[in-house]
Each structure stands twice: as structure tokens, then as C-alpha cells.
């Protein structure tokens, strides 16, 4: 059996309070730590063994709740590596909250560096002469701007007066010391959506529609490589495909992608939905 740890992205506010957080307004920040997870995993050579899974992700839910997996655990062979998992998805983890950390560190400017004892560790002085003592690793990983998009996706739910911060827990919902982002701090992690570069019409993808709004006609498209994207649909027959979403199989959706500038697919305007077995969205 599979070692799991499990990781809360939580979200507080008045939206949060009274229930009226939706889905869709989690959709990038889902994407996001998923996905900031999965880049931190690979630079430290941990990709053969962790997979990120969303286990709780309700309509007016605060958190998003997310199962981290050591597949590894089901070969004998790989018996060392689950021995090493929760340590090494604590560093993944913590990796991503040192980079939280110099973000806010580095917005009073006027920053300079020093190399410290073995050169490991690298101390960033700002303009206060506040000092952050941080691994060198997690410092290359801010200077290569590695989960810059990913942790954008994070606070751009964050809104005045709606949701006004965000913070990673334990599996025992105990706060992740130095992961909290308050709605004044938004700006310093906001990365511009020009860097959506492609727009491709006609694209064929395989998966299954999840979290609709029939409000919006808008959702959660997982894709079968396990990827999460926004989806609006736009096709001639919405009533159509609003009857249709109790469908639960796996569908193929011709789509309008949207890519960012490392040709991840970041959105899609679905025009047509095809089951396996016959299709819908047509006249």
C-alpha cells in the first residue's frame, strides 16, 4: 500500500465564513500548489516517487485538501524510498514556504548576499538590513523563478472584503509556520497573465468534466495524465451539456487551449463534448 501524507491549502474571509467560496474560484490555486508540488518534487529528484492528489475540494469548503503519494511503496524492490517519503515530501513542503518567506523578505528592496559557511547557505539582506538565512537549493529555486505562476494561481483568489488569506496545514489542520499570505501581501506573489503566449482552436483532449456551475457553464477538466484545467463551455446547445454532466465517464472535448510560455495548458473554451460512447453539443 501506497505511504500518504496529506497537506491543507486553507483560505479564510468573509466568503469563507458565511459559505459562499465556490469551486471555481479554487480551480487556480488547486492548479496551483499541484503544480508548484510537482516542479520542487522534480528539482530535487524526487519525481519518481511522489504523485499529488486533490482528496477534498467542496463547494464552500476553506480547504482544499491534498493527498501526497509514494507509489514507490508498491514494489519491494523501492522499500528504502518509502522509509525516506514523509521526510522528503516535509522537504518539498518546506521548500515551497522558504520561497513564501524571501518573497516577503525581498519587497523592502535594496537586497544584497552573502555566501555562509559551506556554501549551503546563502543570507539575503534587505534595505532594512533584515537578514534570511535560507538553502542555497531554495534560493536557486527563487532566482530561476520556478514556482513563480504556480504560487500567483495561489493568491489570486485572495479579494478584499471575499478571501483574505491563504495558509498551508498539517494533516491535523495545524498552520505551516511562515506559509501564511495575507490579502496586502497579494501583490508581492501576482505574476502579469501575459504570459499566456498560445491560443490553439480545434484541440482534441481526453478526460472527464468535474466541479460544473451551471451558473457559469464553467468547471474542472481532468485530463487522463491526472492535469486539472479550467474549462467554459461555449458551445451552440448549453442546455444540452447541462443535462449531459450527470455523465460521469470519460469524455473527449474539442476545445479553444489556451497554453502559458512553457506550453502548459492553463485554460479551455470547450465548443463539443464526446463520450465514449456517442456524443453531445451539436444542433
Not at 547557505?121 to 532566482?143: C, F, G, H
Amino acid at each position: 500500500m501506497a505511504e500518504e501524507t496529506i497537506f491543507r491549502l486553507a483560505y479564510t474571509g468573509p466568503d469563507v465564513n458565511d459559505g459562499r467560496i465556490g469551486a471555481e474560484d479554487l480551480i487556480e490555486a488547486l492548479q496551483g500548489f499541484s503544480r508548484a508540488y510537482e516542479r520542487i518534487s522534480n528539482y530535487e529528484n524526487f519525481h519518481d516517487a511522489h504523485r499529488v492528489k486533490v482528496v477534498g475540494l467542496d463547494l464552500g469548503s476553506t480547504e482544499i485538501v491534498f493527498s501526497i503519494l509514494e507509489w514507490a511503496a508498491h514494489n519491494p524492490q523501492q522499500v528504502e524510498l518509502v522509509k525516506v517519503f514523509a521526510a522528503s515530501a516535509a522537504t518539498v513542503i518546506g521548500s515551497l514556504v522558504t520561497l513564501i518567506k524571501i518573497k516577503k523578505h525581498l519587497r523592502k528592496g535594496g537586497n544584497t548576499i552573502q555566501v555562509n559557511g559551506d556554501n549551503n547557505t546563502i543570507v539575503i539582506i534587505n534595505s532594512a538590513n533584515e537578514q534570511l538565512s535560507v538553502p542555497k537549493r531554495d534560493y536557486e529555486m527563487n532566482e530561476k523563478k520556478l514556482v513563480d505562476n504556480e504560487l500567483s494561481n495561489i493568491v489570486r483568489p485572495l479579494e478584499e472584503n471575499r478571501i483574505e488569506s491563504v495558509e498551508l496545514r498539517d494533516e491535523n489542520k495545524r498552520p505551516i509556520e511562515g506559509s501564511a499570505i495575507e490579502l496586502n501581501e497579494r501583490d508581492l506573489f501576482l505574476v502579469s497573465k501575459s504570459s499566456v503566449t498560445t491560443t490553439r482552436d480545434d484541440v482534441w483532449l481526453s478526460g472527464e468534466l468535474r466541479s460544473h456551475s451551471k451558473k457559469t457553464d464553467s468547471g474542472l477538466f481532468i485530463q487522463d495524465n491526472g492535469r486539472r484545467i479550467p474549462y467554459k463551455f461555449i458551445g451552440p446547445n448549453p442546455q444540452q451539456f447541462r443535462d449531459e454532466y450527470s455523465y460521469t465517464g470519460q469524455v473527449r472535448v474539442k476545445c479553444r487551449a489556451r497554453f502559458d510560455g512553457e506550453m502548459n495548458i492553463t485554460r479551455i473554451d470547450v465548443n463539443d463534448v464526446r463520450r465514449v460512447q456517442g456524443s453531445f453539443g451539436h444542433n
